[in-house]
T-cell receptor, first 115, second 114 residues
Framework: AQSVTQLDSQVPVFEEAPVELRCNYS??????LFWYVQYPNQGLQLLLK??????LVESINGFEAEFNKSQTSFHLRKPSVHISDTAEYFC?????????????FGSGTRLQVQP | DSGVTQTPKHLITATGQRVTLRCSPR?????VYWYQQSLDQGLQFLIQ???????AKGNILERFSAQQFPDLHSELNLSSLELGDSALYFC?????????????FGEGSRLTVL
């Protein structure tokens, strides 16, 4: 089985400041890793994913995440946030080849960007 | 717009009642997933269907059931409702069986049990 831990339930930050949202996972098998974002009153949408290859992956709106296998982490970062980044962010994993092939989500981190 | 449609958007009912939530997946997607989002338990996977067949089961209560119809839409039936069933229920879809992990979510159905 897999589990995902997002240590911070809320992260307040000022506009144009950098931010890091932390994600750690536990799994007995290799996994794919994801960040999903949920804007207010909307469903979740995929922000970025790590399947293989370069451990640093980027999204189209400036977020990046780095897969660290030794630390079983997949932290999400952005060097300069905007008001429009205010949302809830979910880290998720899915096993590569075995086990239940459904996403397991963390508890979410609410990013609050203040002017 | 993800292309996944859920109805109703809001539903208020009483304990002991039964409700049905409906989901239409994106055009061409064969898999449908149901997730429950609540403040105390976060996002919990309930069940997945692929092309009409149950593919994976999560933390779904026995009072809950789901099915996927030949036209690929899905329904989640919740019966003998309890206060603790109040939550946001999301449907998601994917092209295949979800191995890539890329799901497209609807906007959810908010259930309030009084």
């Amino acid at each position: 089985a897999q589990s995902v831990t997002q240590l911070d339930s809320q992260v307040p930050v000022f506009e144009e400041a950098p931010v890091e949202l932390r994600c750690n996972y536990s799994s007995s098998v290799s996994v794919y890793l994801f960040w999903y974002v949920q804007y207010p009153n909307q469903g979740l949408q995929l922000l970025l994913k790590y399947l293989s290859g370069s451990t640093l992956v980027e999204s189209i709106n400036g977020f990046e995440a780095e897969f660290n296998k030794s630390q079983t982490s997949f932290h999400l970062r952005k060097p300069s946030v905007h008001i429009s980044d205010t949302a809830e962010y979910f880290c998720a994993v899915i096993p590569l080849r075995t086990g239940r092939r459904a996403l397991t989500f963390g508890s979410g981190t609410r990013l609050q960007v203040q002017p | 717009d993800s292309g996944v449609t859920q109805t109703p958007k809001h539903l208020i009912t009483a304990t002991g009642q039964r409700v049905t939530l409906r989901c239409s997946p994106r055009s061409g997607d064969l898999s449908v997933y149901w997730y429950q989002q609540s403040l105390d338990q976060g996002l919990q996977f309930l069940i997945q269907y692929y092309n009409g067949e149950e593919r994976a089961k999560g933390n779904i209560l026995e009072r809950f059931s789901a099915q996927q119809f030949p036209d690929l839409h899905s329904e989640l039936n919740l019966s003998s409702l309890e206060l603790g069933d109040s939550a946001l229920y999301f449907c998601a879809s994917s092209v295949g069986q979800g191995a890539s992990g890329e799901l497209f979510f609807g906007e959810g159905s908010r259930l309030t049990v009084l």
